[in-house]
């Protein structure tokens, strides 16, 4: 920060809301209103009006509790959901359609004459004043940013032509960022179709018969959803993204109500084989199998299919990497149905109709530890690629120029 920048706290050169009771009498017809979630908050994007969901209103909406164009708005908590950081923050953008917002955030409006509204957004996104919300939360039972140390947060800032200038060059970095990003993101795709290749060039490593599913499964059955409860869980539910890996992912999960009789009929055991039932025809049949299940009430959805493997016939894991193949990917799409490809689904009957190769058992158990180095090699290389390097690039922009050094 350099001599001539000015530190005001930020209550002192923006307007800080929190949520309140939008209506006025309860006695009066209800009123339709979009609505700010924690949920609608992007690091980089902003908030589009037309993509909020609407609420009923009891009586006059309050405008003091309505955001309007260029208000920035705050993660004051990100309550249940993990993967939202308490700070965050974004501009809204509503063509001139005001909104309400959810009292997990605040909304800051900032002085105009005394400070560029793009300039305070990259500000609070900025490593310092990450770092000091991080602290605060740390000190509360719940992630909750304490609204009034929030306000007492320091700004530092030039003059609003210098302002304006330091907003060009940091878009401009950003822009570079970007690009790379872009970059990666081709690099990632092609990467992607490594694995399966290898798998598809081992499946064609020998002559073995070719067998559908209904012969090397006791049964399949589709799961149950059940709907997202964070205030009384007694379970939880997989989500369709727990077969993006050839592992399943127990991480990907939401808590739930789960009645007796349900855990016990769609309960997930080791071994279990996955196969998603509905998603887009290029993901639609992706399979994993259930490796060190956890010792909890879980249940799997609807979106997933639960083949019971005949373990005197095949291996979990060996049929779950012959579901990935690129032939049984391709017998998974014609078999799959549906009068939108954005979603299409395969029903439990023919996905037991899609051929598998079954070699013996031994050899079975030969090519999954060949698969699972092979992937292990494809997994590393993807993470590597996905390394957070875009991200210390982004912090280290806002770091120099808020130093007054772009």
Same mark, same amino acid.
């Given at each position: 920060?350099?001599?001539?920048?000015?530190?005001?706290?930020?209550?002192?050169?923006?307007?800080?809301?929190?949520?309140?009771?939008?209506?006025?009498?309860?006695?009066?017809?209800?009123?339709?209103?979009?609505?700010?979630?924690?949920?609608?908050?992007?690091?980089?994007?902003?908030?589009?009006?037309?993509?909020?969901?609407?609420?009923?209103?009891?009586?006059?909406?309050?405008?003091?509790?309505?955001?309007?164009?260029?208000?920035?708005?705050?993660?004051?908590?990100?309550?249940?959901?993990?993967?939202?950081?308490?700070?965050?923050?974004?501009?809204?953008?509503?063509?001139?359609?005001?909104?309400?917002?959810?009292?997990?955030?605040?909304?800051?409006?900032?002085?105009?004459?005394?400070?560029?509204?793009?300039?305070?957004?990259?500000?609070?996104?900025?490593?310092?004043?990450?770092?000091?919300?991080?602290?605060?939360?740390?000190?509360?039972?719940?992630?909750?940013?304490?609204?009034?140390?929030?306000?007492?947060?320091?700004?530092?800032?030039?003059?609003?032509?210098?302002?304006?200038?330091?907003?060009?060059?940091?878009?401009?970095?950003?822009?570079?960022?970007?690009?790379?990003?872009?970059?990666?993101?081709?690099?990632?795709?092609?990467?992607?179709?490594?694995?399966?290749?290898?798998?598809?060039?081992?499946?064609?490593?020998?002559?073995?018969?070719?067998?559908?599913?209904?012969?090397?499964?006791?049964?399949?059955?589709?799961?149950?959803?059940?709907?997202?409860?964070?205030?009384?869980?007694?379970?939880?539910?997989?989500?369709?993204?727990?077969?993006?890996?050839?592992?399943?992912?127990?991480?990907?999960?939401?808590?739930?109500?789960?009645?007796?009789?349900?855990?016990?009929?769609?309960?997930?055991?080791?071994?279990?084989?996955?196969?998603? +039932?509905?998603?887009?025809?290029?993901? !639609? &049949?992706? #399979?994993?199998?259930? %490796?060190?299940?956890?010792?909890? /009430? @879980?249940?799997?959805?609807?979106?997933?299919?639960?083949?019971?493997?005949?373990?005197?016939?095949?291996?979990?894991?060996?049929?779950?990497?012959?579901?990935?193949?690129?032939?049984?990917? +391709?017998?998974?799409?014609?078999?799959? !149905? &549906?009068? #939108?490809?954005?979603? %299409?689904?395969?029903?439990?009957? /023919? @996905?037991?109709?899609?051929?598998?190769?079954?070699?013996?058992?031994?050899?079975?158990?030969?090519?999954?530890?060949?698969?699972?180095?092979?992937?292990?090699?494809?997994?590393?290389?993807?993470?590597?690629?996905?390394?957070?390097?875009?991200?210390?690039?982004?912090?280290?922009?806002?770091?120099?120029?808020?130093?007054?050094?772009?």
């Amino acid at each position: 920060m350099t001599d001539s920048w000015r530190t005001i706290s930020l209550e002192n050169i923006a307007e800080i809301q929190t949520s309140g009771s939008w209506g006025d009498d309860p006695d009066e017809s209800p009123e339709t209103i979009p609505v700010i979630r924690t949920s609608d908050i992007d690091a980089i994007g902003n908030i589009r009006w037309e993509r909020l969901p609407l609420r009923r209103i009891a009586g006059t909406i309050r405008q003091r509790y309505l955001c309007k164009d260029g208000d920035i708005i705050v993660v004051k908590s990100s309550g249940s959901h993990t993967n939202i950081v308490t700070g965050k923050c974004a501009f809204y953008q509503g063509n001139g359609a005001d909104v309400g917002f959810t009292n997990f955030l605040l909304r800051v409006r900032p002085n105009k004459e005394i400070i560029q509204p793009e300039y305070l957004l990259y500000f609070l996104r900025s490593p310092e004043i990450l770092s000091r919300v991080r602290a605060l939360v740390a000190t509360t039972t719940y992630p909750n940013l304490k609204v009034s140390e929030y306000r007492k947060f320091p700004v530092h800032f030039p003059e609003l032509a210098e302002q304006q200038r330091i907003v060009g060059c940091i878009k401009q970095c950003m822009e570079r960022v970007q690009e790379i990003e872009t970059l990666r993101q081709e690099s990632l795709e092609d990467t992607s179709h490594l694995a399966t290749s290898l798998y598809g060039a081992l499946a064609q490593g020998g002559s073995w018969p070719e067998t559908k599913i209904q012969d090397v499964i006791l049964r399949s059955r589709n799961g149950k959803s059940i709907r997202q409860d964070n205030e009384k869980p007694t379970g939880f539910v997989l989500s369709l993204s727990c077969v993006h890996d050839v592992t399943l992912n127990f991480d990907a999960r939401k808590p739930i109500v789960l009645p007796d009789n349900f855990a016990e009929q769609h309960r997930v055991s080791n071994d279990d084989v996955f196969v998603s +039932r509905s998603n887009t025809r290029e993901l !639609v &049949g992706l #399979s994993s199998v259930a %490796v060190d299940t956890p010792d909890m /009430r @879980l249940i799997y959805p609807d979106l997933l299919i639960k083949l019971e493997v005949d373990r005197t016939k095949v291996l979990p894991r060996y049929l779950a990497y012959a579901l990935r193949t690129p032939e049984s990917r +391709r017998q998974i799409k014609i078999r799959a !149905v &549906g009068t #939108s490809q954005s979603m %299409v689904k395969i029903s439990g009957e /023919r @996905l037991k109709d899609v051929s598998i190769p079954l070699p013996p058992l031994d050899v079975q158990e030969s090519l999954v530890n060949r698969f699972d180095e092979l992937h292990d090699l494809a997994f590393q290389m993807v993470s590597e690629m996905q390394a957070p390097e875009r991200d210390h690039l982004r912090k280290s922009i806002l770091r120099k120029a808020f130093a007054g050094e772009l």
